[in-house]
């Protein structure tokens, strides 16, 4: 049962309910072990550190930074924040100093909590430019501070300014003040395509979130939520918050990497997560049964297929399953689709939300014949995540980003743009009153940038407005929706669409290398670098042959023509990768124009 109260002393009202309970799975900096931590404890960790931001001299309303990957220091700091009406303002870990720098002196931040090395040694590069900056507090214990720094704090020491509780008269007199109109986040968004801009989060968002997915998202009291994405992401921070508000365990992932083996550990029921994820899941699952014995593919096919029935043919459009398809179901998911879940370490799945890009709907129809519940969504930061998802107990159709949450209104402009207004919706961005002018109309609906439409009470997304290409024959071309319909293959990692003002549409594509090193053996191609690989003729044209294959469907003017096999990954410190791993097309344009203009010179020259 939700116990939806103001953030500022969730955790405490939950520890009355909960007592020892386990809040949160987590592990320590550099450790393999995993600890649990009971609300009682993170109750009394928060009560510790907002009575030492008060130490510090933290006034109400006053912004506070979090440089950090997920810890549970980082949940410490961001409820204990609250608990003294301040405002957490959240970094990616990976940010460039340049960012930070920004978001510093835009916030006016005079406190920086930071994680590890890399996150304290970006921060003290910056502190001399950022006059507002006093301090900077360091999470992991690890860590070498510069032998001229005479500003950080480790976190046990400022932990140890709020140990027994002095300016606990204080605090509770700051709760009583809570209200629903004060600033709780300012999310600064990273953006494909200009200035980071500060959206601002309200307490009420908050609350008016937690309340529509109450009623749409069955997160309960027994789920382990496991948390994937950094807390930094409105979807994450929202999700997980959900959570707590619903008595669930959180799952700490500080090392993404590591998330695979994190989920065999710890063996969670739910998990945030993108597309891409679903994605690298269904590329080695097909994998594995393309490599397996005779008998075995077949078998694991056909179990599949059942699945698909039940799960899509049946369950997804609210039918009953006949009785010899709902035993065939029951006996091939308990001997065969069950093994596939336990080697992911979701034996025991309920649901998972997923969102933040296309999803392809080959992949989504495969993840439910598999039985695990892939629960689409749409939502933005400006949105307090959450605008529409899938509900389990109602029809859902693939392909569709389901049903809006109750409290939204949704209105479709004459272009096909997505507009919203409710509870939920920022009020807007933080010193940016030219943005907010661009972003809210005269009505007061909320313009996404996003195209779509609904249908039969589902929400159906088309395309980015702003993302849309157009040929130089006139056509549209949509790059996104090409792009994920073309990831799910196991050979393609990255990759990007090319079409505004030109001719045709062609890729940049950064292949899945260890893949493409298995098959060059195979075929005795030789080859001694990355380099070699991907200006092989061979390799190009496999590559080429699984894209047509892939894109049957597109009428002739989406279709991809031609493509270049890049032997680097797009990345973050070349401005080509948003801190969400989005695609930067600007930048990718710019910095491969060279390559691109060549593949268009071989046009020209035929």
């Known amino acids: 049962m939700q116990n939806n109260q103001h953030l500022a002393v969730l955790v405490h009202e939950q520890a009355k309910r909960y007592g020892q309970k386990t809040v949160m799975t987590f592990r320590q900096f550099g450790s393999l072990k995993w600890k649990q931590l009971s609300w009682n404890q993170f109750s009394m960790r928060v009560k510790q550190v907002s009575n030492a931001l008060l130490n510090l001299g933290v006034q109400p309303q006053e912004n506070l930074g979090v440089f950090a990957q ?24 990976t940010s460039s100093e340049q960012q930070i720098q920004y978001i510093v002196n835009d916030a006016k931040i005079r406190f920086l909590f930071v994680g590890e090395q890399a996150q ?55 709760w009583a003040e809570r209200s629903m109109d004060d600033i709780c986040n300012i999310l600064y968004t990273s953006g494909t395509t200009g200035e980071s801009k500060g959206v601002v989060l309200t307490y009420g968002q908050y609350h008016a979130a937690f309340t529509a997915n109450d009623k749409c998202v069955p997160v309960g009291e027994n789920d382990r939520v496991m948390q994937f994405l950094p807390v930094t992401h409105i979807f994450e921070r929202g999700w997980s918050y959900l959570a707590l508000t619903e008595g669930a365990e959180l799952i700490v992932n500080t090392y993404p990497q590591e998330i695979q083996q994190s989920m065999r550990e710890t063996h969670p029921t739910c998990m945030s997560s993108v597309p891409r994820f679903w994605e690298k899941v269904y590329m080695g699952v097909k994998q594995k049964i393309e490599t397996s014995g005779g008998m075995q593919q077949k078998l694991f096919r056909h179990a599949l297929e059942v699945g698909r029935r039940y799960n899509v043919e049946c369950m997804a459009k609210g039918k ?34 997923t969102a933040g890009a296309t999803v392809s709907p080959e992949v989504e129809e495969f993840i439910h014949s598999l039985g695990i519940f892939m629960m689409v969504g749409y939502g933005l930061t400006e949105s307090l995540a959450t605008v529409s998802c899938d509900n389990m107990d109602k029809p859902y159709t693939i392909g569709s980003v389901g049903r809006p949450v109750e409290g939204i209104e949704i209105k479709i402009s004459e272009e096909g743009e997505i507009l919203l207004k409710g509870p939920t919706i920022t009020r807007g961005y933080y010193n940016r009153d030219d943005a907010n002018r661009q972003a809210f109309d005269s009505d007061g609906f909320f313009h996404t940038g996003d195209a ?7 929400l159906y997304l088309t395309e980015r407005i702003k993302d849309l ?51 060059a053996r195979e075929h005795n191609i030789s080859f001694s670098s990355h380099e070699d690989l991907c200006q092989n003729k061979q390799i190009h044209d496999m590559v080429m042959e699984r894209i047509n294959t892939l894109q049957q469907s597109l009428a002739y003017y989406e279709q991809v023509k031609r493509i270049t096999l890049l032997p680097h990954h797009f990345t973050m410190e070349n401005g080509e990768l948003t801190n969400t791993l989005k695609i930067k097309r600007a930048a990718i344009t710019k910095n491969y124009k060279a390559v691109i203009d060549r593949m268009y010179e071989e046009e020209n020259s035929n």
């Open 70 to 93: 997920n810890c549970v220091q980082y949940h410490y700091t961001d409820f204990g924040a609250y608990g003294i009406r301040a405002v957490t303002i959240p970094f990616y870990a």
């Open 120 to 174: 304290y040694d970006k921060a003290h590069r910056i502190i001399a430019l950022c006059p507002t900056l006093e301090r900077i507090i360091i999470f992991d214990p690890s860590v070498r501070v510069a032998q001229n720094d005479p500003n950080s704090l480790f976190f046990e020491d400022f932990i140890a300014l709020g140990e027994n509780l002095p300016r606990q008269a204080q605090v509770e007199a700051l």
């Open 320 to 353: 009953r399953p006949s009785l010899g398809l709902a035993m065939e179901y029951k006996m091939l998911n308990a001997s065969v689709l069950s093994l596939v879940r336990k080697q992911l370490g979701l034996e025991n799945a309920h649901f998972f939300p």
């Open 452 to 458: 779509g439409f609904l249908k039969n009470g589902e």
């Open 469 to 519: 290409f157009k040929t130089s024959n006139g056509k549209y071309i949509a790059p996104q929706m090409i792009e994920a319909m073309l990831l799910v293959d196991r050979y393609i990692d990255q990759i990007t669409i090319i079409a505004n003002e030109r001719k045709f549409v062609s890729a940049l594509i950064v292949p899945e290398f260890s893949l493409l090193e298995d098959y």
